[in-house]
């Protein structure tokens, strides 16, 4: 699976950063999310409980992060067990750009998944991975707008945004914690 968006964020560029490195700013906004914690220097353990379709399990798994240009762009590789449920692994490269009105977020994944999940269908999994993007965006532009309330500009969606495979189109919207996070979600698929 590809996925690839991007987003604008009403925040700068560092404090975007910074709440995409923040393990309990991820765990906030990631629903389902009940552990992430630093493993190691840029690398995080992560635990989350997914439902997709008939299949619901608990996932954890690593996250690693590399080739990091702080705080422009990095490199984001994990991978994820689920038991039964299966398995899934991959990386997301996650590019953030200061701009007149905030930070725009891009970020481009590539990812695959094994095991009963993997047998539900790409549309049934594009679906859910959209859909947790979709929430964890709005999360993480609460949570932002919490930290930081004098910044009340809307966060506006930049054009762009799709899935290849199946034929699936995503609507545009931001990864404000960035791909990081998006690919955090879509690891937690796995």
Known sequence: ??????????????QAWDALNDPEVLKTCIAGCDKVERSGENQFTVGVAIKIGPVSAKFSGKIALADMAPPHS?????????????????????QLTPTAAGTDLSYSVQASVGGKIAQLGQRLIDGVAKSMAE????????????????????????????????????????????????????????
């Open 1 to 14: 699976m590809e996925m690839q968006g991007n987003r604008l964020l009403a925040i700068t560029q560092q």
């Open 74 to 94: 990095y490199t984001l590789s994990f991978e994820g067990q689920g038991g039964p449920a299966g398995f899934g692994k991959g990386s997301a490269k996650v």
């Open 135 to 190: 929430d964890f965006f709005k999360r993480f532009d609460q949570e932002m707008q919490r930290q930081y309330p004098a910044t009340d500009a809307p966060v506006m969606p930049v054009p762009q945004s799709g899935v290849s495979g199946g034929g699936f189109n995503l609507p545009t919207w931001v990864w404000v914690a960035g791909a990081v996070l998006l690919a955090l979600v879509i690891w937690r698929l796995r």
